[in-house]
């Protein structure tokens, strides 16, 4: 094992974001709803859009183009994101609002309008038709407990264009998309360098509810936590809520007790985790998002989701007449999962060699995080 000294933990301030995306047993919020204009730039080289699908399983649905080509002419496009928890949560919301941003910065959007905060089902789905009413091109429905909402919705609207996630099911409707994230790739790369890192030999994991990414997420990180040493012991504690950063943070305190010097975890509520590793000097491995200004001292790397990938070529078929009928996933291969460092933490060369090898070995085919 390699073991890298750590600063003593900074006082973690952090400002307690509202829900995420999953079913959740916490106190509702009220849906705020911001319209921000989009820069105007030229639309971005892209390859050839994958084929449509009318309904796509995880195991055979479409991965974007890792490269783009010209976008097909059309009007500038309107886009709308409807999401559970804060735009600026540094995980899931947060992901999909940088996606969208990204996306704006190279190829012209007339308008994009964020509804965040929309733990509520019913409150989401009044926003969802509320923005398709109002002659938006692409609503962005970013939560599987959205699916059922949007499967009743799109059809009501087949001239606007829905896309929704993570989740493979396009419902078998011509004007929905799907997306999700093989988000277990970067969590077992991570999990071969928290193993590498590890004094004690325990590794804690706090998840939110056992579903989705967040699962495909947990997995993996074990998966390669125990792939690099065998002895390590990978504790995970599902806290059964996304938002609920009181059990995040009760979860994290057990780990620490049962002597885990690594801990890793995903949703919005692992601010609370991440305040107990940053107090008691513990490693940490995010996702969704980079937390790294979370806690400098402490995060060594974060899978970073980068939904733009996805949408670009969404939007390529909006601009070219297809409204919907094909999933996506993002992964390390096609650049929608990048694995960023904490550059404020000093981590050997060995150590880099390492992940980016475990990176190189995973879209080889060499590795299979999750069978």
Do not use: C
Request: charged share 15%; net charge negative.
């Amino acid at each position: 094992m390699i073991w890298l000294g750590v600063a003593a933990a900074a006082v973690l301030v952090i400002i307690i974001v509202a829900v995420s995306g999953g079913d959740d047993e916490t106190t509702d919020t009220t849906a705020a709803a911001t319209t921000t204009a989009a820069p105007t730039t030229e639309a971005p080289e892209t390859t050839e859009a994958p084929s449509d699908t009318t309904e796509a399983p995880s195991d055979t649905t479409e991965a974007p183009a890792e490269t783009t080509t010209t976008a097909a002419a059309a009007a500038p496009i309107r886009i709308a994101i409807v999401a559970p928890s804060a735009s600026n949560d540094l995980a899931f919301t947060q992901s999909i609002v940088d996606g969208v941003n990204a996306i704006a910065a190279e190829r012209e959007i007339a308008e994009i309008a964020i509804t965040d905060g929309t733990f509520v089902v019913d409150d989401a789905a009044a926003a969802i038709r509320d923005y398709a009413a109002n002659g938006f091109d692409l609503v962005v429905a970013h939560g599987s407990q959205y699916g059922g909402s949007l499967q009743e919705i799109a059809p009501d609207f087949p001239e606007t264009s829905f896309a929704w996630g993570t989740a493979a099911d396009t419902f078998g409707l011509p004007n929905v998309f799907a997306y999700e994230a093989a988000s277990d790739e970067g969590g077992f790369v991570m999990g071969v360098i928290g193993a590498a890192l590890t004094e004690s030999g325990t590794i804690g994991i706090v998840g939110p509810i056992e579903v989705g990414d967040a699962k495909l997420y947990v997995d993996g990180f074990k998966a390669g936590a125990e792939a690099n040493d065998s002895g390590v012991t990978v504790n995970i504690n599902y806290t059964g809520s996304f938002s609920d950063v009181a059990l995040a943070s009760e979860a994290a305190q057990a780990h620490a007790a049962a002597g885990a010097d690594v801990m890793s975890g995903t949703a919005q509520m692992v601010v609370g985790a991440i305040s107990v590793a940053a107090d008691q000097n513990i490693l940490w491995f995010g996702t969704q998002a980079n937390q790294a200004t979370l806690a400098p001292e402490i995060v060594v790397a974060s899978q970073v989701y980068k939904w733009e990938v996805v949408l670009s070529d969404i939007l390529d078929k909006v601009a070219g007449g297809t409204l919907g009928g094909s999933s996506y996933v993002i992964d390390l291969e096609n650049g929608g999962l990048v694995l960023e460092f904490n550059e404020d933490f000093t981590l050997s060369d060995d150590v880099k060699a390492l992940a980016d090898q475990t990176v190189a070995d995973i879209i080889s085919g060499a590795i299979v995080p999750t069978e």
